[in-house]
Every structure is written in structure tokens, then in C-alpha cells.
């Protein structure tokens, strides 16, 4: 009897210390038990496990729950710990935009972990306020909350709910109230783009995608490898990805857009583009009907350009162009769709504003209105656009179908200022038609460099005392036509003596501005040129009985209007480089010498010729006249890192031959 009694108070003592300890009783020899936040804070590590981060992401996890209706209901939890005092500092205020018209979010919970405490901050302290809006004034709004004072080691633990979508608004009828004002642009369609780098280290991100049974969903991971999984039950299909231990991302200068560099899963609901090109359609058709006023503007048009009887290439010229000009670009909020739904031409034709898709619609309302058979499509500036038919859009542009079947895009939003119908800086870019039969993805075609020339022509001569007086000749086109245009077009008249002279100043900050003539601003029938005379006292220093200067055209070339030639490239580089246009520079120089001198040492003539850049430089003495010649090309916009040696080869010999020059009696 005392023996089952002592058994009976054993057992019980263990039981006793189990549950104070919060051991599991089953616990296996060698296993963990699921790790609590203290434990994700405590093994996350420090700085110096993360190369120096100011802070980690610890976890971050999401569960997106879609309905029939393509609603998202997504419960997230985010931890982060606070490496530095940096990192306390950038942690020290959470932020989470919304757009109230479209999504919603609610901040369920926020925690500062401090060692083995759980302190809790008060989310009634949040401040809902409008968002910072430069160009784009819609009703777009930010909820900010203020931690109190955080200590190195502090772990910030979020939970978050959001229901809804970040794109267009339509109306819809039959929907429950909670859910009407978040059914997505395409009713019952869902997508989503996540990316799984940071520039912050990532201890564990998890993303998981619960649909009803009877969706088909596509899905592609990019960028790199990640682990997914798919499982099932009665009504519901899930799928997860999830990534760990992946350190910061540490974005490099001209590189292309975060969503094609970093890891990242795109999935989508949408059957295919066809079906996404006929919704496109069927939600804006009814946008582009034409009134008096607009078909009245269209034959003033024509009429003031002389093409009332010309072709439908050269109609539709001048209204890209009139567009371009006559619409400014500033998103106003005017009601529900500031989405993917178009205004009215009507509408954008009285407020003379709005943002791409507006003006857009714009341009295809007044090609209809001459007899043009034109449609509105989209695109995405500056990135490319994957395989998976989801929303990867971010502008608008326009359509015209040729009777051969065949499509001529036009850009009016990109054109401001630019002799093109399709600016050189979207080439290759992905697109996608609204049309009523369904189109597939289409991209525009590679612009050689040719089409973006940048010749520049610089004459001068030496003076005895070493001053040089020289004239500077800039003609452009495509890409370079633009850039030459926003010379003129970023400066007041008042203001273009003081530009010039900035323009200028990395020759010499002795630079006197002489005169300066240039092409007219809105003729885009021809190649925008400028003339710039110019003085700069003491250019050539007197060295050892001679005289010592760089080239002036060299300078200017490589020191701003060719930039890149001076930008310090690194050894080794993961991203791809990124210049949106391919460009072509050449420039010659001729410079009168002083009586009884010449060049001692002309620089060899140097060629490098590699897959995606060009240079040839050389220079020599002709009679009295030194001459100089430079040519550089960027074959593609886009130069991945197998051919970034090569790219930096030509930059690096490039950069070499701004050196200077000596001059020497014979």
C-alpha cells in the first residue's frame, strides 16, 4: 500500500514539474518543441551574423484565403528583431498603406519582444492619415504607428488583417455588403506577385494560398529556388511556398526594376492573356464614344498640321503628339475606376488631366473619331512582364490595327517632348491589347543603336595665354532626340544661360557662356540640335615650355552627357545592368593649335568590340589642327551578368582616354 502510494505521488510530482517547464509530456529523445517567439528572437542571431544588418526579418508569414468571388482575406505575421541601434531607429515607426475604396486593413496586434517579456503596444494609438502623393492624387491612405524607445536585441512582433486588392474598382450587383467593395478588377480572378528577398536579411518567409477546389491556378517561381508544397481538403486547394535563410538583397546603380532580379512567385486564376485581353476590353469599350466637341478638335487638328487628305500614319502622328502635349499628366479622383477602367475621352477631353490610361483613352477616342480603327492596351514600364497571365501592369497605351491585321502601338504619355510615337525607352517592353477576340502577350520590337544617336561636333582653337574659344554642336534622335528636348523643356528661358553653364562646368569652372542656339521645341517632324559657343580663360596650362589641357568634347561627353563612362563599375556585379534605351555616341573634335605647336604623343587608335558595348577612340595632328574622334555604343538596354566584363572593358577604356593632352614647340 505504501509503495502504490509513493508510485502514485511520483507521477504526480512529474506530472507537477512537466507542467511548470511546459515540456510535452511525448517529447521524443533529440527533438525540439515548436519554438516560441522568445525562441525565434533568441536564435535569431546578431549583427554580425548578418553582415552588419540594421535589422532581420525573423518571419514573415501570410495565409491568403480566396473566395468564389476572388475576394482575399489574408491574415499576415511579421516578426522583426533589431540588430543595431540603426535598426531600432528604422523600426521605430510601422507603417501600412491601403487604398480605402478597394482594401482594408485592420491591425490586429503589435508587440515589442524584450528578452522573456511580451509587451504589448496599443494599437488604438494608430494614426490614419492620407498617404504622401506626388503626380497621382487619389484616395490612397497610410495607418502609422510610433513604437515606444527600442533596445538592440528587440524583437517587433505585427499580426495583420487585410481583406481586398490593390487595383481597379467596378461596379457589381448580388454581392454581400462586406465583400462588395473588394471583389478584384476581374470578378472571381485572383493574383499576386511576392517577392521573397528583402534588402534585410530573411530568416523564414512563408506565403500560402488557400482557393476553392474548382480554381485552376496558375503558377512559375522566378529568379531562384524556393519550396512549395500543394495539399487538399474537401473544398479547398492550398498551396505554400516558403524560403529560408536568405540573406540581403543590396541593389546595384542602373540595374532593372526589383521584380526581375529578385526571388519571386507570380500565380494567377485568369484561364489565359486571351481572356484578360477580352475583359480588358468589354470594361472600356464603352469609354471611347465620341462627342462633337472631340471629332470638331480632330479636324482642327489635321487641318492646322495640313494632313486633313494624308495618311492614316500621318493623322495619327499629329494626334499622338497633340495628346501628348495637350494633356498633362495628374491623377485627380474622380470617382470610381482608377484602376484598370478608363475614363471617358468626353470626360478627359473637358479636364485636360489624368494619368496614363486617361490619356490613352484620350488618343483612342480621337483615332476613332477619324475613322481609325484603335484600342487601349497594357504594359509595364521599366520590367519585364512573366509568362503567367497575372496583373503585371503598371501603364496604358494605345492600339492602332492596320488592315493587314497587324498593330501600331503609340505612347502619348511617354512622347511629351519626344519625336516618337513610342518612346526608344520602352523597347522590348511586354504588352497586352483589350481586344473583343482575345490577344495573346506581344512585346515590342529591339531598337538598335543606331536609332538613339547622340553626334556631337566640337570645334575651337587654342589661344596664346591658353585660352580656348569653342563652339559645341548636339543633334539627337530616338532616346538622345529626348534627352537634347528636356534641355530646353526643364529650364525657363530666364534660366537656360545658368544651365548651360552647368552643362558645361565639368570642362572648367572658368566657363563663359557666348551664345547658343537650339531646334524648336515642338517641332517632332525633325531631330532636336543645339549650338553652344563658349570661352573659358587659362584652359591650357603652361607646363615645361608647352601646354597641358583635356579635350573639352571628351569632358562633356563623359562627364554628363555620357555619364556612364565615369561611374566608378565595380570588379564583380550579380545584377544585370539597365539603361532602358540602347545608345550610340559619336563625337569628333577638331582644335586650332597655337602657332609653332603640336601634339608630342597622340593617343593610338584603340578599338574594343564586345557583345553588348562598342568604343574606338584615336586621335591626331592634321596640318595645324588637332584632331579627335570617340565613339561608344550600348548594343542592348539590358546586359546580363555573363556579359558585364566585357560592357565594363569598354566603359573602363572609355573613361581611360579622358586624359590629357600636351603640346609642345616645333
Given at each position: 500500500?505504501?509503495?502504490?502510494i509513493f508510485?502514485?505521488?511520483?507521477?504526480?510530482?512529474?506530472?507537477c514539474?512537466?507542467?511548470?517547464?511546459g515540456l510535452p509530456q511525448?517529447?521524443?529523445?533529440?527533438?525540439n518543441?515548436p519554438?516560441?517567439?522568445?525562441?525565434?528572437i533568441?536564435?535569431?542571431g546578431d549583427a554580425?551574423d548578418?553582415d552588419?544588418?540594421a535589422?532581420?526579418i525573423?518571419v514573415d508569414?501570410?495565409?491568403n484565403?480566396?473566395n468564389?468571388l476572388?475576394?482575399a482575406?489574408?491574415?499576415?505575421?511579421?516578426?522583426?528583431?533589431?540588430?543595431t541601434?540603426k535598426?531600432?531607429?528604422?523600426l521605430?515607426?510601422?507603417?501600412?498603406?491601403?487604398e480605402?475604396?478597394?482594401?482594408?486593413?485592420e491591425?490586429h496586434?503589435?508587440?515589442?519582444?524584450?528578452?522573456?517579456?511580451?509587451?504589448?503596444v496599443?494599437?488604438?494609438?494608430?494614426?490614419?492619415?492620407p498617404a504622401?502623393q506626388?503626380?497621382?492624387y487619389?484616395?490612397d491612405r497610410i495607418?502609422?504607428?510610433?513604437?515606444p524607445r527600442l533596445?538592440?536585441?528587440?524583437?517587433?512582433e505585427i499580426?495583420?488583417?487585410?481583406?481586398?486588392y490593390?487595383?481597379?474598382l467596378?461596379?457589381?450587383e448580388?454581392?454581400?455588403?462586406?465583400?462588395?467593395?473588394?471583389?478584384p478588377?476581374?470578378?472571381?480572378q485572383?493574383f499576386d506577385?511576392?517577392?521573397?528577398e528583402?534588402?534585410?536579411?530573411i530568416?523564414?518567409?512563408?506565403?500560402?494560398?488557400k482557393?476553392?477546389?474548382?480554381?485552376r491556378l496558375?503558377s512559375?517561381?522566378?529568379?531562384?529556388?524556393m519550396?512549395s508544397?500543394?495539399?487538399y481538403t474537401t473544398?479547398t486547394?492550398i498551396?505554400?511556398?516558403?524560403i529560408?535563410?536568405?540573406?540581403?538583397?543590396?541593389?546595384?546603380?542602373y540595374?532593372?526594376?526589383?521584380t526581375?532580379?529578385v526571388t519571386?512567385?507570380v500565380v494567377?486564376?485568369?484561364e489565359?492573356?486571351?481572356?484578360k485581353?477580352?475583359?480588358?476590353f468589354d470594361?472600356n469599350?464603352?469609354q471611347f464614344?465620341?462627342?462633337?466637341a472631340?471629332?470638331t478638335?480632330?479636324d482642327?487638328?489635321?487641318d492646322?498640321a495640313?494632313?486633313t487628305n494624308?495618311?492614316e500614319?500621318?493623322?495619327?502622328?499629329e494626334l499622338?503628339?497633340w495628346?501628348a502635349q495637350?494633356?498633362?499628366?495628374?491623377?485627380?479622383t474622380?470617382g470610381k475606376?482608377?484602376?484598370?477602367t478608363l475614363h471617358?475621352?468626353?470626360?478627359?477631353?473637358?479636364?485636360?488631366s489624368?494619368?496614363?490610361?486617361d490619356?490613352?483613352?484620350m488618343?483612342?477616342?480621337m483615332?476613332r473619331?477619324?475613322?481609325?480603327?484603335?484600342y487601349?492596351?497594357?504594359?509595364m514600364?521599366?520590367?519585364?512582364?512573366e509568362?503567367?497571365?497575372?496583373d503585371?501592369?503598371?501603364h496604358?497605351v494605345?492600339a492602332?490595327?492596320k488592315k493587314?491585321g497587324n498593330?501600331?502601338m503609340?505612347?502619348?504619355t511617354w512622347?511629351t517632348?519626344?519625336k516618337d510615337?513610342?518612346?526608344?525607352?520602352e523597347?522590348?517592353?511586354?504588352?497586352?491589347?483589350?481586344?473583343p477576340?482575345?490577344?495573346?502577350?506581344r512585346?515590342?520590337?529591339y531598337?538598335?543603336?543606331?536609332?538613339s544617336?547622340l553626334?556631337?561636333?566640337?570645334?575651337?582653337?587654342?589661344?596664346?595665354d591658353?585660352?580656348f574659344?569653342g563652339?559645341?554642336?548636339?543633334?539627337g534622335d530616338?532616346?538622345?532626340?529626348s534627352?537634347?528636348?528636356?534641355m530646353?523643356?526643364?529650364?525657363?528661358?530666364?534660366?537656360?544661360?545658368?544651365?548651360?553653364?552647368r552643362?558645361?562646368?565639368?570642362?572648367?569652372?572658368?566657363?563663359?557662356?557666348i551664345?547658343?542656339?537650339?531646334?524648336?521645341?515642338l517641332d517632332?517632324k525633325?531631330s532636336?540640335?543645339?549650338?553652344?559657343s563658349y570661352r573659358?580663360?587659362?584652359?591650357?596650362?603652361l607646363v615645361?615650355?608647352?601646354?597641358?589641357?583635356?579635350?573639352p568634347?571628351m569632358?562633356?561627353t563623359?562627364?554628363?552627357l555620357?555619364?556612364y563612362?565615369t561611374?566608378?563599375?565595380?570588379?564583380?556585379?550579380?545584377?544585370?545592368?539597365f539603361f532602358?534605351?540602347t545608345?550610340?555616341l559619336?563625337a569628333s573634335?577638331?582644335?586650332?593649335?597655337?602657332?609653332?605647336?603640336?601634339?608630342?604623343?597622340?593617343?593610338?587608335?584603340?578599338?574594343?568590340?564586345e557583345?553588348y558595348?562598342?568604343?574606338?577612340?584615336?586621335?591626331?595632328m592634321?596640318?595645324?589642327d588637332?584632331?579627335?574622334?570617340?565613339?561608344?555604343?550600348?548594343k542592348?538596354?539590358?546586359i546580363?551578368?555573363?556579359?558585364?566584363?566585357?560592357?565594363?572593358?569598354v566603359?573602363?577604356?572609355?573613361?581611360?582616354?579622358?586624359?590629357y593632352?600636351?603640346?609642345?614647340?616645333?
Amino acid at each position: 500500500m505504501k509503495t502504490k502510494i509513493f508510485v502514485i505521488l511520483l507521477l504526480l510530482t512529474i506530472s507537477c514539474i512537466n507542467a511548470q517547464t511546459g515540456l510535452p509530456q511525448s517529447l521524443p529523445p533529440g527533438d525540439n518543441p515548436p519554438p516560441t517567439v522568445f525562441d525565434r528572437i533568441m536564435n535569431a542571431g546578431d549583427a554580425e551574423d548578418f553582415d552588419s544588418a540594421a535589422y532581420v526579418i525573423v518571419v514573415d508569414s501570410s495565409i491568403n484565403t480566396v473566395n468564389k468571388l476572388g475576394v482575399a482575406k489574408v491574415n499576415s505575421y511579421i516578426l522583426y528583431k533589431a540588430l543595431t541601434e540603426k535598426g531600432c531607429k528604422e523600426l521605430s515607426v510601422l507603417t501600412w498603406g491601403y487604398e480605402p475604396m478597394s482594401n482594408h486593413v485592420e491591425i490586429h496586434e503589435v508587440n515589442i519582444i524584450r528578452k522573456n517579456k511580451a509587451i504589448p503596444v496599443p494599437v488604438d494609438s494608430i494614426r490614419d492619415l492620407p498617404a504622401p502623393q506626388s503626380g497621382i492624387y487619389w484616395s490612397d491612405r497610410i495607418k502609422v504607428l510610433q513604437l515606444p524607445r527600442l533596445r538592440v536585441g528587440d524583437g517587433i512582433e505585427i499580426k495583420v488583417f487585410r481583406k481586398g486588392y490593390s487595383y481597379a474598382l467596378l461596379d457589381s450587383e448580388g454581392i454581400e455588403p462586406d465583400d462588395e467593395p473588394y471583389i478584384p478588377p476581374m470578378p472571381g480572378q485572383y493574383f499576386d506577385i511576392v517577392l521573397f528577398e528583402a534588402t534585410v536579411p530573411i530568416v523564414e518567409k512563408k506565403y500560402i494560398l488557400k482557393l476553392p477546389s474548382d480554381k485552376r491556378l496558375h503558377s512559375k517561381i522566378y529568379n531562384g529556388p524556393m519550396f512549395s508544397s500543394t495539399s487538399y481538403t474537401t473544398d479547398t486547394t492550398i498551396y505554400t511556398w516558403w524560403i529560408k535563410n536568405v540573406p540581403a538583397w543590396k541593389p546595384q546603380r542602373y540595374r532593372p526594376d526589383d521584380t526581375d532580379i529578385v526571388t519571386k512567385v507570380v500565380v494567377a486564376t485568369v484561364e489565359s492573356w486571351e481572356a484578360k485581353s477580352r475583359w480588358f476590353f468589354d470594361i472600356n469599350e464603352k469609354q471611347f464614344e465620341v462627342t462633337d466637341a472631340i471629332k470638331t478638335k480632330v479636324d482642327e487638328i489635321f487641318d492646322r498640321a495640313g494632313v486633313t487628305n494624308g495618311t492614316e500614319d500621318e493623322k495619327a502622328f499629329e494626334l499622338v503628339h497633340w495628346v501628348a502635349q495637350n494633356i498633362r499628366y495628374s491623377g485627380q479622383t474622380m470617382g470610381k475606376g482608377e484602376g484598370y477602367t478608363l475614363h471617358s475621352g468626353a470626360m478627359i477631353f473637358e479636364q485636360r488631366s489624368g494619368v496614363c490610361k486617361d490619356i490613352a483613352g484620350m488618343l483612342v477616342t480621337m483615332m476613332r473619331a477619324a475613322g481609325m480603327d484603335s484600342y487601349a492596351a497594357m504594359t509595364m514600364a521599366g520590367s519585364r512582364i512573366e509568362d503567367v497571365p497575372a496583373d503585371q501592369f503598371n501603364h496604358c497605351v494605345v492600339a492602332l490595327k492596320k488592315k493587314g491585321g497587324n498593330f501600331v502601338m503609340y505612347d502619348p504619355t511617354w512622347v511629351t517632348f519626344n519625336k516618337d510615337i513610342w518612346s526608344k525607352y520602352e523597347t522590348e517592353q511586354h504588352y497586352l491589347i483589350g481586344t473583343p477576340r482575345g490577344e495573346t502577350l506581344r512585346q515590342i520590337a529591339y531598337s538598335p543603336p543606331e536609332e538613339s544617336p547622340l553626334r556631337v561636333t566640337s570645334t575651337g582653337k587654342i589661344l596664346p595665354d591658353g585660352t580656348f574659344e569653342g563652339t559645341f554642336e548636339l543633334k539627337g534622335d530616338g532616346a538622345m532626340d529626348s534627352r537634347l528636348r528636356g534641355m530646353l523643356r526643364r529650364n525657363r528661358l530666364s534660366e537656360i544661360n545658368n544651365y548651360l553653364a552647368r552643362l558645361l562646368h565639368y570642362i572648367s569652372d572658368r566657363v563663359e557662356l557666348i551664345s547658343y542656339e537650339h531646334g524648336e521645341l515642338l517641332d517632332f517632324k525633325k531631330s532636336m540640335w543645339w549650338k553652344i559657343s563658349y570661352r573659358i580663360p587659362e584652359f591650357a596650362l603652361l607646363v615645361d615650355g608647352g601646354y597641358e589641357f583635356k579635350s573639352p568634347m571628351m569632358q562633356l561627353t563623359s562627364y554628363n552627357l555620357f555619364r556612364y563612362i565615369t561611374y566608378n563599375w565595380p570588379e564583380k556585379r550579380r545584377d544585370d545592368v539597365f539603361f532602358y534605351a540602347t545608345q550610340l555616341l559619336d563625337a569628333s573634335e577638331k582644335i586650332k593649335l597655337p602657332r609653332g605647336y603640336k601634339v608630342t604623343k597622340p593617343k593610338e587608335v584603340k578599338e574594343i568590340n564586345e557583345t553588348y558595348a562598342y568604343f574606338n577612340g584615336e586621335s591626331k595632328m592634321s596640318k595645324k589642327d588637332f584632331v579627335i574622334k570617340q565613339k561608344v555604343i550600348i548594343k542592348r538596354r539590358q546586359i546580363p551578368p555573363d556579359g558585364y566584363d566585357g560592357f565594363r572593358r569598354v566603359m573602363r577604356e572609355t573613361k581611360k582616354s579622358v586624359s590629357y593632352t600636351h603640346l609642345r614647340a616645333h
